[in-house]
């Protein structure tokens, strides 16, 4: 009794058919479950399975519907009339009816029989012993049971042996498509490689490959047309995944489209664990790819108030895998499908979708940790989904939109992605200029940090430019002595210095110092940067014994204030290293570079540009030593890391690049 025919275009699978083959083969009562996503494939798993079974034994094979009481009733009045049990009269006789046929299937005159209850997906008719479908399942000695279920749960309660089913290869989603659309070998002009594009994208779905060829088929257009409506926005991609198809091979009422068949799901989790609905709705908004523990623990959405409902909630979603989990150093992140992610944007109503995209930027604003260098990876963790927050949120009368944009800005800067934070502080700039006005501290603000980050780029006859359009428009809104008007003080002295305007750099430099330490004091960490970045314009006019005092000056306060970890400490010491360096004092030279250089490593990473500016330094100064194979070595690492840090054209990639060719002539010497 199988309720559908044999699928001639099943393809791949066979570790799954052979691990349900090696549990059926046990003697005794087995029961198994096919779990996982919702179109992954389980069914035709199944249905593949017992059709296998059928031509190698007499085993009987019967097939029911585990959707709700009523298909389940209608597949047990159909296996009473094939074993020849008495139909129920009466509509108060169809419990004992249905428990005579659980008891026929315990009992001997059954024989050897499988029974799949396809699409066992409410986990309220299958909680416990009396649920409205589990008391009616038989157990006995004898017979196999097959569930496919997208529930972790409803596997877990029938006690089955679970059997995770997940995405194709990549080989057999390529075979599938091909029985479905043609001939994969019959591509020509790199139509092959677009529909590999097309199935990566999906996620390599069985019901989503079904799905795209059946679009591609039905409306006769070529992948490459798909792939273009595909990638053309968000919209075009739901709309394409939710057109409508025909697969034979399911139940009756199932929803026909990629991303519809998860919307019943949703209305289940919703109806049975609101708060995991709510917390699955905001991990919609995430970036779908790693995303913290710690940001769901502390989202804050209704009903999760503690560990224990966050666990429920969180159980819940992986159980019906629609998100998965993964541990990296003791740590643990979450998954989120694509195609869940565009069914739940496709599922919720327009004013849902507004409501939960400003909770999700709400949440990470709120959340997002203040950068300090101990909390590096954590902050890089966050940052996709603050970005992910922020795509299609850019309403220029959000001011907290406005300032998280600004603070992430700033802390891209911080972790040495300048690309990606002068990109976000144009736009924070130009709406801030529009909406607030010029001389509002917050648009001055944002043109501090432009400034900041194309001096970081090398751009510095912009940076200049932007530097006085913000100092200038401090200088009438604030006082001399303001800590916001010395910023911009000495941001500008930096770019000047960097241009070689030695002298204009030294003055101003020598102001924000003096300002800082009648404002702040000597200790304060911005009066020893002033003293710090003074220092480094004294060291380029050649100043060298008053340079390398003021360094030594700054090194002591910042190990003293900030500790000898933090990356200002560490810049000290690198800057202490090159005066002593340009002094002829190259072993004591060598040695803080080694020093300072181990400490960017383990604080900002590998490539971090300031490390890498540290190893630009060692290098140089074992070329004056003579050492000139490891220097070269060292010479080479700074060039490769910058040229992929910062670009070919880079100042300092440029650097880099004439140190490299001077110590090569030095070799040859």
Known sequence: MIPYSRNRRFTGREHLIDSVKRLCERKGHNRIALHGLGGAGKTQIALEYVYQRASESDCDIFWVQGSGVLRFTEGFRAIAQRVQIPLASAETEEEGFLLSIKRWFEGPESGDWTLVIDNADNEEDFAGNNSPIAKFVPQGPRGTLIFTTRSRQVAFRQECERIGVGKMEE???????????????????GEGQIAAMILGSVGHLPLAVVGAAAF??????????YWAIFRENDKRMKELLLEQFSDIRRESGMTESILGTYFITFDRITKQTPTAGHLLRLIAFFDRQNIPEQLLRECGVEGMDGSIQFH???????????????KREDKTFYELHRLVQLSIHAYLLPEELDKWSGTALGVVSRIFPKYEHELRDTCESYIPHALADLRGLLDP???DMLECLSYLASVMTDLGKYDESETMNRHALEVRGKVLGPDHPDTLTSAD?????LQYQGKYDESETVNRRALQGRERILEAGHPDTLLSVSHLAIVLGRQGKYGESETMHRRVLEGREKVLGPDHPDTLKGLHNLAIVLEHQGKYDESEAMKRRALEGREKVLGPDHPDTLASLNNLAIVLGYQGKYPESETIHRHGLEGREKVLGLDHPDTLASLNNLAIVLGYQGKYAESLTIHQRALEGREKVLGADHPNTLRSRNNLVILLRCQEK
Do not use: C, Y
Not at 171 to 183: C, D, I, T, V
Not at 449 to 453: G, I, Q, R, S
């Open 171 to 189: 080989e057999e989603a390529q075979a599938l498509f091909s029985k479905h659309f043609g001939s994969w070998g019959r591509f020509g002009d």
């Open 397 to 399: 009368n959000n001011s």
């Open 312 to 326: 429920r909630a969180i159980a819940k979603l992986t159980g019906f895998s629609l998100v998965t989990a993964t």
């Open 216 to 225: 591609m088929v039905e409306t006769e257009i070529l992948p490459s047309e």
């Open 449 to 453: 940090n432009l400034a900041l980050v």
